[in-house]
Protein backbone atom coordinates (compact mmCIF):
# COMPACT_ATOMS: atom_id res chain seq x y z
CA UNK A 1 0.00 0.00 0.00
CA UNK A 2 1.06 3.44 -1.33
CA UNK A 3 2.11 5.66 2.11
CA UNK A 4 -0.16 8.58 0.65
CA UNK A 5 -2.94 7.68 -1.66
CA UNK A 6 -4.93 10.19 -3.68
CA UNK A 7 -8.02 9.80 -6.65
CA UNK A 8 -6.51 11.16 -9.66
CA UNK A 9 -9.41 12.00 -11.28
CA UNK A 10 -10.07 14.43 -13.11
CA UNK A 11 -12.92 16.10 -11.56
CA UNK A 12 -15.41 18.12 -14.06
CA UNK A 13 -17.49 20.36 -12.49
CA UNK A 14 -19.61 23.61 -13.18
CA UNK A 15 -18.29 26.68 -11.88
CA UNK A 16 -19.99 27.02 -8.05
CA UNK A 17 -20.18 23.37 -7.55
CA UNK A 18 -18.99 22.76 -4.37
CA UNK A 19 -16.09 19.54 -4.75
CA UNK A 20 -14.45 17.61 -1.94
CA UNK A 21 -12.17 14.65 -2.77
CA UNK A 22 -9.76 12.80 0.12
CA UNK A 23 -6.42 11.26 0.67
CA UNK A 24 -5.58 8.24 2.77
CA UNK A 25 -2.55 7.75 4.41
CA UNK A 26 -1.02 4.31 5.25
CA UNK A 27 1.07 5.22 8.81
CA UNK A 28 -1.21 5.85 11.56
CA UNK A 29 1.26 7.29 13.09
CA UNK A 30 1.49 10.37 10.85
CA UNK A 31 1.96 13.49 12.26
CA UNK A 32 1.23 16.68 9.88
CA UNK A 33 -0.55 17.15 6.97
CA UNK A 34 -0.94 19.60 4.03
CA UNK A 35 -2.57 20.68 0.60
CA UNK A 36 -0.39 21.48 -1.93
CA UNK A 37 -1.77 23.36 -5.06
CA UNK A 38 -0.25 22.60 -8.37
CA UNK A 39 -1.15 24.43 -11.83
CA UNK A 40 -0.15 22.59 -14.82
CA UNK A 41 3.19 22.55 -15.49
CA UNK A 42 3.73 24.97 -12.91
CA UNK A 43 5.67 24.39 -9.13
CA UNK A 44 3.59 23.19 -6.58
CA UNK A 45 2.27 25.64 -3.60
CA UNK A 46 1.24 25.31 -0.15
CA UNK A 47 -2.80 25.98 -0.21
CA UNK A 48 -3.00 25.28 3.59
CA UNK A 49 -2.53 23.11 6.31
CA UNK A 50 -4.68 20.24 8.60
CA UNK A 51 -5.38 20.18 12.08
CA UNK A 52 -6.98 17.84 13.82
CA UNK A 53 -9.75 20.14 14.63
CA UNK A 54 -10.24 21.41 10.65
CA UNK A 55 -9.01 24.43 8.90
CA UNK A 56 -10.79 27.04 6.48
CA UNK A 57 -9.28 29.65 4.79
CA UNK A 58 -12.52 31.10 2.59
CA UNK A 59 -13.78 28.40 -0.03
CA UNK A 60 -11.34 26.39 1.19
CA UNK A 61 -12.23 23.11 4.16
CA UNK A 62 -9.62 21.01 4.98
CA UNK A 63 -10.24 17.97 7.68
CA UNK A 64 -8.45 15.29 8.94
CA UNK A 65 -9.84 11.70 10.06
CA UNK A 66 -7.35 9.80 12.14
CA UNK A 67 -9.69 7.04 12.96
CA UNK A 68 -10.14 6.58 8.90
CA UNK A 69 -6.43 7.57 8.38
CA UNK A 70 -7.86 9.99 5.88
CA UNK A 71 -7.98 14.01 4.87
CA UNK A 72 -10.14 15.66 2.96
CA UNK A 73 -10.29 19.21 1.15
CA UNK A 74 -13.69 20.61 0.67
CA UNK A 75 -13.97 23.76 -2.25
CA UNK A 76 -17.34 25.77 -1.95
CA UNK A 77 -18.34 28.04 -5.07
CA UNK A 78 -15.46 26.67 -7.46
CA UNK A 79 -14.12 29.05 -9.88
CA UNK A 80 -12.56 28.42 -12.84
CA UNK A 81 -9.48 29.36 -11.61
CA UNK A 82 -9.53 26.26 -9.06
CA UNK A 83 -8.61 24.27 -11.64
CA UNK A 84 -5.41 23.20 -10.84
CA UNK A 85 -3.93 19.27 -9.67
CA UNK A 86 -4.47 18.99 -5.36
CA UNK A 87 -1.36 17.52 -3.92
CA UNK A 88 -2.11 15.76 -0.61
CA UNK A 89 1.37 15.48 1.63
CA UNK A 90 2.12 13.74 4.57
CA UNK A 91 4.74 14.07 7.55
CA UNK A 92 5.16 10.31 8.63
CA UNK A 93 5.96 9.50 11.76
CA UNK A 94 8.37 10.96 14.29
CA UNK A 95 12.18 9.22 13.54
CA UNK A 96 11.70 9.59 9.60
CA UNK A 97 13.43 13.34 9.87
CA UNK A 98 9.92 15.28 8.81
CA UNK A 99 10.39 14.13 5.43
CA UNK A 100 7.41 15.19 3.46
CA UNK A 101 5.52 12.70 1.18
CA UNK A 102 3.73 13.82 -1.47
CA UNK A 103 0.88 12.09 -3.01
CA UNK A 104 -0.30 11.42 -7.12
CA UNK A 105 -2.58 14.48 -6.81
CA UNK A 106 -5.98 14.72 -7.71
CA UNK A 107 -6.69 16.59 -10.73
CA UNK A 108 -9.82 19.42 -10.62
CA UNK A 109 -11.29 20.79 -13.67
CA UNK A 110 -13.72 23.79 -12.92
CA UNK A 111 -15.75 24.32 -15.98
CA UNK A 112 -18.44 27.02 -17.44
CA UNK B 1 11.42 39.88 -5.16
CA UNK B 2 12.67 36.85 -3.28
CA UNK B 3 12.55 33.73 -4.90
CA UNK B 4 14.04 30.34 -6.55
CA UNK B 5 15.32 30.42 -9.97
CA UNK B 6 15.93 27.45 -11.96
CA UNK B 7 17.27 27.04 -15.54
CA UNK B 8 16.73 25.88 -18.00
CA UNK B 9 13.55 25.69 -17.98
CA UNK B 10 13.56 22.64 -20.70
CA UNK B 11 17.16 20.76 -21.48
CA UNK B 12 17.14 18.05 -24.28
CA UNK B 13 20.21 15.83 -24.12
CA UNK B 14 21.45 12.75 -25.71
CA UNK B 15 21.24 9.94 -23.97
CA UNK B 16 24.99 9.25 -21.75
CA UNK B 17 25.51 12.77 -21.46
CA UNK B 18 25.93 14.51 -18.18
CA UNK B 19 23.68 17.58 -17.29
CA UNK B 20 23.80 19.77 -14.68
CA UNK B 21 20.58 21.54 -13.51
CA UNK B 22 20.83 25.04 -11.65
CA UNK B 23 19.02 26.64 -8.95
CA UNK B 24 19.39 29.61 -6.79
CA UNK B 25 17.61 31.17 -4.36
CA UNK B 26 17.36 34.56 -2.42
CA UNK B 27 15.01 34.13 0.48
CA UNK B 28 18.40 33.11 2.56
CA UNK B 29 16.99 29.82 2.94
CA UNK B 30 19.21 27.17 5.29
CA UNK B 31 18.03 23.82 3.45
CA UNK B 32 17.23 23.20 -0.15
CA UNK B 33 15.67 20.21 -1.99
CA UNK B 34 15.82 18.50 -5.08
CA UNK B 35 12.92 16.59 -6.27
CA UNK B 36 11.75 14.57 -9.54
CA UNK B 37 8.09 14.05 -10.58
CA UNK B 38 6.95 11.91 -13.25
CA UNK B 39 3.26 11.31 -14.16
CA UNK B 40 1.44 9.60 -12.04
CA UNK B 41 4.06 9.35 -9.16
CA UNK B 42 4.07 11.85 -6.49
CA UNK B 43 7.58 14.27 -5.71
CA UNK B 44 10.55 11.98 -5.24
CA UNK B 45 13.37 13.23 -3.28
CA UNK B 46 16.47 12.78 -4.61
CA UNK B 47 19.36 14.89 -2.32
CA UNK B 48 18.56 17.69 -0.03
CA UNK B 49 20.98 20.18 1.90
CA UNK B 50 20.34 21.39 5.75
CA UNK B 51 23.32 23.92 5.39
CA UNK B 52 26.61 24.83 2.85
CA UNK B 53 28.84 22.08 2.43
CA UNK B 54 26.45 19.52 3.51
CA UNK B 55 23.91 17.21 2.00
CA UNK B 56 22.22 13.87 2.37
CA UNK B 57 20.66 10.99 -0.24
CA UNK B 58 17.31 11.21 -0.67
CA UNK B 59 14.71 8.55 -1.78
CA UNK B 60 16.15 8.19 -5.52
CA UNK B 61 19.61 9.20 -5.62
CA UNK B 62 21.17 7.21 -7.66
CA UNK B 63 22.38 8.17 -10.61
CA UNK B 64 22.54 12.03 -9.03
CA UNK B 65 24.87 14.42 -7.75
CA UNK B 66 24.75 17.74 -5.98
CA UNK B 67 27.31 20.11 -4.50
CA UNK B 68 26.49 23.05 -1.93
CA UNK B 69 29.49 25.16 -2.01
CA UNK B 70 27.35 28.29 -1.14
CA UNK B 71 24.24 29.13 0.86
CA UNK B 72 21.94 30.21 -2.44
CA UNK B 73 22.85 27.52 -4.88
CA UNK B 74 22.15 24.00 -4.62
CA UNK B 75 22.82 22.25 -8.40
CA UNK B 76 22.00 18.98 -9.57
CA UNK B 77 24.24 16.82 -12.25
CA UNK B 78 22.27 14.04 -13.85
CA UNK B 79 24.32 11.61 -14.83
CA UNK B 80 24.23 9.07 -17.48
CA UNK B 81 24.21 6.62 -14.67
CA UNK B 82 20.62 7.52 -14.41
CA UNK B 83 18.91 4.58 -15.95
CA UNK B 84 15.30 7.03 -16.53
CA UNK B 85 16.56 10.88 -16.77
CA UNK B 86 13.36 11.90 -18.13
CA UNK B 87 11.56 14.10 -15.83
CA UNK B 88 10.15 17.46 -14.32
CA UNK B 89 12.99 18.29 -11.70
CA UNK B 90 11.50 20.78 -8.84
CA UNK B 91 14.26 22.99 -6.69
CA UNK B 92 12.56 23.66 -3.37
CA UNK B 93 13.97 25.75 -0.44
CA UNK B 94 13.09 26.09 3.33
CA UNK B 95 13.59 28.34 6.45
CA UNK B 96 14.65 25.13 8.33
CA UNK B 97 15.45 21.35 7.72
CA UNK B 98 11.99 19.97 6.26
CA UNK B 99 9.63 22.67 8.95
CA UNK B 100 6.87 21.50 10.54
CA UNK B 101 4.60 24.26 8.72
CA UNK B 102 5.17 21.71 5.73
CA UNK B 103 6.13 24.26 4.13
CA UNK B 104 8.49 24.15 0.85
CA UNK B 105 9.40 27.23 -1.80
CA UNK B 106 9.64 25.66 -5.37
CA UNK B 107 11.22 27.28 -8.50
CA UNK B 108 9.13 26.90 -11.55
CA UNK B 109 11.25 23.38 -12.37
CA UNK B 110 13.35 22.10 -15.40
CA UNK B 111 12.10 19.53 -17.49
CA UNK B 112 14.72 17.58 -18.49
CA UNK B 113 13.80 15.29 -21.96
CA UNK B 114 16.59 12.74 -23.13
CA UNK B 115 16.41 11.74 -26.82
Known amino acids: RKEVEQDPGPFNVPEGATVAFNCTYS??????FFWYRQDCRKEPKLLMSVYSSGNEDGRFTAQLNRASQYISLLIRDSKLSDSATYLC?????????????FGTGTQLKVEL | DGGITQSPKYLFRKEGQNVTLSCEQN?????MYWYRQDPGQGLRLIYYSQIVNDFQKGDIAEGYSVSREKKESFPLTVTSAQKNPTAFYLC??????????????FGEGSRLTVL
Open chain 2, 92 to 105: ASSIGWFPNTGELF
Open chain 1, 27 to 32: NSASQS
Open chain 2, 27 to 31: LNHDA
Open chain 1, 89 to 101: VVIPAPGGGNKLT
